[in-house]
């Protein structure tokens, strides 16, 4: 699992298709067509990054992308 938003490969499960990234700080769900991101507040609410959602595809691209940029 790679973060959609930093790249970063420091994530951990935190429920059913709920990650957390130790990198960026911020969790995210894969359980639809779209990733959601999610800024974890002080009180341990959620609160979904409103402009930030990212189709499947596309995080399958930029996945691509960055396996192809560290093998050249």
């Known amino acids: 699992m ?6 970063g490969r420091q994530i951990g499960k935190v429920g059913v298709e ?3 990234c130790w990198d960026c700080c911020v969790e995210f769900n894969s359980h639809t067509d779209k990733i959601v991101i999610y800024d974890l507040e002080e009180d341990g609410s959620l ?12 995080v399958v691209q ?4 960055g396996i192809q940029a560290i093998a050249e």
């Open 62 to 65: 930029v996945v691509d992308e």
């Open 47 to 58: 609160v979904a990054w409103e402009d930030y959602y990212i189709e499947s595809d596309e």
């Open 2 to 7: 790679i973060c959609p938003v930093c790249g």
């Open 18 to 20: 709920q990650y957390y």
